[in-house]
């Protein structure tokens, strides 16, 4: 079986660096602050065991462009998964993702029919809300 190992914003460095060293996988879920921004460099993805993925589903700067491209180029990494950009649209032109090893997807990560079944009905009840001149669930779906 897949042995699951995390770290969060009450972690430490030293947990950060021992998840990266011993993960296949690193898949990134963290909001981006001044504390995530650039959270991934090259130090950290030098730390990562060769051949290992790094996925990120979070906020394109939370890893640093440039040491990800350098990482793969080296062949450090075996491949990377992008579900969010740097900037948006991304440019398939870019180096970073014309690598064979890259797959990238257009900030789509979320679109499941969950989700817009959840965002239909908190829809509804807004429009509810509001004709009853009452507040509204949520300002965003």
């Known amino acids: 079986g897949m042995q699951i190992v ?8 030293q947990d950060l660096e021992q998840l990266l060293r011993q993960s296949d996988v690193v898949s990134i879920h963290c909001q981006l602050n001044t504390a995530t921004h650039g ?16 996925i990120n589903t979070a906020r394109g700067q939370i890893v640093d462009k440039a040491a990800l491209l350098a990482a793969l180029q080296k062949g450090r990494l075996g491949g990377v ?3 969010v950009h ?21 900030h789509m990560g979320s679109g499941t029919t969950e989700v817009y079944e959840r965002f239909a009905k908190i829809l509804y009840e807004n429009i509810v809300r509001i004709r009853e001149g009452r507040d509204l669930l949520h300002r965003l779906c």
Do not use: I
């Open 81 to 83: 998964g992008l579900d």
């Open 39 to 54: 959270l991934l460099g090259q130090q950290e993805l030098q730390l990562m065991k060769p051949g290992a993925v790094l």
């Open 6 to 13: 995390t770290t969060n914003s009450q972690s430490n460095r």
């Open 86 to 106: 740097w900037v948006e649209p991304a440019d398939p032109t870019e180096p970073l993702y014309r690598h064979p090893n890259v797959l990238a997807s257009p």
